[in-house]
């Protein structure tokens, strides 16, 4: 548990990521194709629209520069180019999830499906790891109580528009 509240949201939000790419993983290892209604498409297309690309803006905005104006630029430019790196599988992933929710999947469909997932799962993973064990630690130390209820308020708000 974080005491700082950008750490702790941003904690729980690392948690829930890593059991929906738990559940992706255990899907796309399947022979079978997942059905169009399945919740997993829902919850992989709403969560890589209202969860990860939120998440990583709000790092790269807000975070980021903060750490940078106190002499920590390493891990947001590292952390930076995972998110660039990511960005394009999750788009993937959410156009052909998106594609299978209205008309399931057909075997090319399916294909691409297991290859953007395998590679999200795998980038995400590690990526969280080094948030929880590298960024958010720095957060939590170095975040005035000011710049804390700033940028709660900020996250809060990008969450509810």
Request: net charge negative.
């Amino acid at each position: 548990m974080f005491a700082n509240r950008i750490s702790q949201t941003l904690h729980e939000e690392h948690r829930a990521t890593i059991e929906l790419m738990e559940r992706l993983e255990t899907m796309i290892a399947r022979k079978q194709p997942l059905e169009a209604g399945d919740a997993l498409l829902r919850d992989l297309v709403a969560a890589i629209d209202n969860d990860t690309l939120r998440h990583f803006d709000f790092e790269e905005s807000h975070l980021f520069p903060l750490l940078q104006s106190v002499g920590d630029q390493l891990i947001g430019d590292h952390l930076t180019e995972e998110h660039d790196a990511m960005r394009p599988l999750a788009e993937k992933l959410r156009t052909v999830a998106g594609a299978a929710q209205a008309a399931g999947f057909d075997a090319v469909g399916w294909k691409a499906f297991q290859q953007a997932g395998a590679a999200f799962v795998q980038r995400m993973l590690i990526h969280v790891q080094k948030e929880e064990m590298a960024l958010l630690p720095l957060v939590e130390d170095m975040m005035d109580a000011d710049a804390e209820a700033r940028l709660h308020g900020i996250y809060a708000g990008a969450s509810a528009a």
